[in-house]
């Protein structure tokens, strides 16, 4: 049977360490939205100037936010899991107290999910500062970047439990987060590339994360969407499943 | 099947874990009844951080039967850990979180009752006597305090039984002398220790019941006076002599079924108080007597070659 006790006492580690670290991290998530609004939505957008309706500023405003969310929850769930597992053997000493493999990856996949919920605001924060408009719909973005984070931060926790060494993360991210990222209709709708790319995005989850982004953002929330959170859904349920599989495998022998 | 009330914290039956290479643990029998201090001795490789992973199912086992404090495992394996202390081999603190930090993760872990918490947490800093230490980072520690905040750690939420693998590996005598202090507290609060080392001493201060472990089973159990009383004997005989004469020596005694062990630049044979009149007589006088030794016991039984 799956507690919440042990779940809560793994994030109670994860506090104290953001407690140490907050200052950085949360410096590190402002900053970077920052910069992609100033080089794309500026430098971009004064040749683009709007697109399918809207300022290029604040397409990319919205965009961005999957794309935290995706570093936080893949970047998070890969280093930080591996690290602890391989380097620290803190999972060891943990699964020594009455804690179970699948409560461990729950702990740390939602902590970052979390993470990533409350940081993916930050370009979208930023871009209010910017010019984009405030609307009742920004309230479901945590939420959205909580699920989508989930997503990430398993699909982390699960590449971590099967690459032989911490090099090998270079084929994930080469091969798999930068292609992600760059067809999830952050910059540029999906549309414009070719059908079968196009088609690709949609198993992409970050694609799905976009659009309910902006469609909670700019108030044009519809049927699709619930689409959209259903691909978002499947796949956390998949990603748990897998990571806690390899997880166990790894940790239990 | 009812849970039957046993007096045995531990039960081990025919347990055997096999790796790709090695069997770690091969049918391996042990039993620690309640509110004993069991010292599992044996040489490198013989399965003892093993046996006390498969304690934690952290490990399973591929054949045999389980039990910790009455409960089955692996099934019932998270109710036993929440009534165990476990101190590692390899130091796992958390590097990056302070003395007090560790504990307190571990204090949750353990669910240790939220009114109770910040009562047994300085409790461990103090058992640790690291209470003026206690916002020094892991990292910043020295290897003893890291060491005792390791068993601290696994004595938080004071638990009824403690599986202690190696504790006092690399300390300095001080700190040993006190850690065997603590380790004699608890047996007299009643919990039930499992005591893996390499420190014969150790044992025989510490045990109250030793068990000699040796390629994945146990090859001899008893109290350490029982041990040495049965296996070397009231007295040693030691011959200082060449390589070759060794090897006669270990030859004519192997004849007479005298168990002898090499100690360096001379050779004793066990139990020499029960050497037969013709041995004596081909040996000559022994440079030195003296009583025999729980390592005698172990490098017999364990044999000499680390493999
Ligand atoms: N995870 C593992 N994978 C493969 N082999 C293992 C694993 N863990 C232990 N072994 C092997 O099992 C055997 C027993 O190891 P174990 O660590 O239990 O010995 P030990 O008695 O604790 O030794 P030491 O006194 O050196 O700590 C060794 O041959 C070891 O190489
Ligand atoms: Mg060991």
């Not at chain 1, 949360?26 to 709007?50: D, H, K, N, R």
């Not at chain 2, 696994?154 to 638990?159: C, I």
């Not at chain 2, 693998?165 to 005598?173: I, K, S, W």
């Not at chain 2, 002398?177 to 005591?195: D, N």
Request: charged share 20%; proline share 5%.
């Amino acid at each position: 049977m799956m507690e919440f006790a042990p779940v809560r006492a793994v994030w109670r580690r994860e506090l104290a360490l953001y407690r140490r670290y907050w200052a950085s991290t949360s410096f590190a998530a402002m900053t970077e939205p920052t910069i992609y609004l100033l080089a794309f939505g500026y430098g971009f957008g004064s040749v683009v100037g709007a697109l399918y309706g809207y300022d290029y500023k604040d397409f990319v405003a919205t965009g961005v936010v999957a794309t935290a969310v995706l570093f936080i929850g893949a970047f998070g769930g890969m280093f930080n899991t591996f690290i602890r597992r391989t380097f620290q053997h803190t999972y060891d000493a943990m699964l020594a107290a009455p804690v179970d493999v699948r409560e461990l990856v729950t702990a740390e996949a939602s902590w970052l999910a979390v993470k990533a919920g409350v940081y993916g605001c930050a370009p979208m924060l930023v871009g209010v500062a910017f010019g984009l408009e405030p609307s009742w719909g920004m309230l479901l973005v945590p939420f959205i970047g909580f699920l989508t984070g989930l997503v990430f931060a398993l699909f982390g926790v699960w590449v971590s439990a099967i690459v032989p060494s911490i090099n090998t993360f270079d084929y994930v991210i080469t091969g798999a987060l930068t292609p992600m990222f760059m067809v999830a209709g952050t910059f540029f709708p999906v549309t414009q590339l070719p059908a079968w790319v196009a088609a690709a995005a949609q198993v992409n989850p970050l694609y799905h994360c976009v659009e309910l982004v902006r469609g909670a953002v700019f108030g044009r929330l519809g049927l699709d969407d619930l689409g959209h959170l259903g691909v978002l859904s499947a796949c956390a349920v998949l990603m748990w499943a897998l990571a806690v599989w390899k997880m166990r495998a790894r940790l239990i022998d | 099947m009812p849970i039957v009330a046993s007096m045995d914290a531990i039960v081990l039956h025919g347990v055997t874990k096999r790796y790709p290479d090695v069997t770690a643990v091969d049918g391996l029998d042990l039993e620690v009844p309640e509110g004993i201090c069991l010292g599992l001795l044996g040489p490198n490789g013989a399965g003892k951080s093993t046996t006390m992973r498969l304690l934690t199912a952290q490990s399973l086992a591929d054949e045999g039967e389980i039990r910790v404090m009455g409960l089955r495992l692996p099934q019932q394996s998270k109710q036993a850990r929440a009534l165990m202390g476990v101190v590692p081999q390899l130091d796992n603190l958390d590097e990056e979180l302070t003395a007090r930090e560790n504990l307190e993760v571990f204090a949750h872990l353990y669910r240790v009752p939220r009114q109770e918490r910040r009562a047994a947490v300085d409790r461990a800093l103090a058992l640790a006597q690291l209470t003026d230490r206690a916002a020094t980072r892991t990292v910043n520690l020295s290897g003893g305090m890291r060491r005792r905040l390791l068993i601290a750690r696994g004595l938080v939420h004071q638990p009824r039984l403690v599986l202690l693998d190696e504790p006092t590996v690399g300390l300095d005598p001080q700190v040993r002398q006190e850690l065997w202090s603590l380790i004699v507290r608890l047996r007299e609060e009643g919990v039930t220790t499992l005591m893996s080392t390499h420190y014969i001493e150790e044992a025989e201060r510490l045990a109250d019941d030793c068990a000699l472990m040796s390629h994945g089973r146990i090859v001899a159990r008893g109290s350490p006076e029982e041990l040495v009383k049965e296996h070397a004997g009231a007295e040693v005989a030691e011959h200082y002599a060449s390589q070759e004469r060794q090897a006669e020596i270990a030859a004519l005694a192997a004849e007479a079924g005298v168990p002898t062990r090499r100690t360096g630049p001379s050779i004793s044979l066990l139990k020499s108080e029960q050497l037969p009149r013709s041995l004596e007589e081909a040996l000559g006088p022994p440079n030195v007597r003296r009583p025999a030794t729980l390592e005698d016991v172990f490098v017999v039984l364990t044999g000499e070659a680390v493999e």
